[in-house]
């Protein structure tokens, strides 16, 4: 099954210009709207992991396996619907910050 995805209506038109022409599963999608939706504006792949995984069940978020969401955010990225901002150091070892693509 396929999307289009969407922009928000408070976002620059290139973001709909961009929105228009992105085909995504219904997993990808589910995943980008709960970014969108539940996410702080920059996170980290152990940070959305978390907070999906707690969501699941819930209307519009489909069980994934932890492997699938960073499989699905990784998709995202190569859509240019998200992008890394740098790292942060939580541990032994840096991680990469996102953040939905304006």
């Known amino acids: 099954m396929t999307a289009t995805a969407h922009a928000r209506h408070t976002d620059p038109h290139t973001s709909h ?5 992105v085909k995504v599963t219904r997993n990808r999608l589910a995943l980008l709207t709960f ?3 539940s996410m702080p ?4 792949d152990k940070q959305l992991v978390a907070a999906y995984t707690k969501a699941q069940g819930r209307p ?5 396996a932890e492997s699938g969401i960073r ?3 990784k ?3 190569d859509a240019k619907l998200l ?4 790292t942060v150091k939580n ?3 840096p991680e990469q910050l996102w953040e939905v693509a304006a």
């Open 17 to 21: 210009e961009a929105a228009a022409t």
């Open 35 to 37: 970014i969108k939706t």
């Open 41 to 44: 504006r920059q996170f980290t």
């Open 60 to 64: 519009g978020v489909p069980e994934q």
């Open 71 to 73: 499989t699905r955010r």
């Open 75 to 77: 998709e995202l990225a």
């Open 83 to 86: 992008h890394t901002i740098g």
């Open 91 to 93: 541990g032994r070892r």
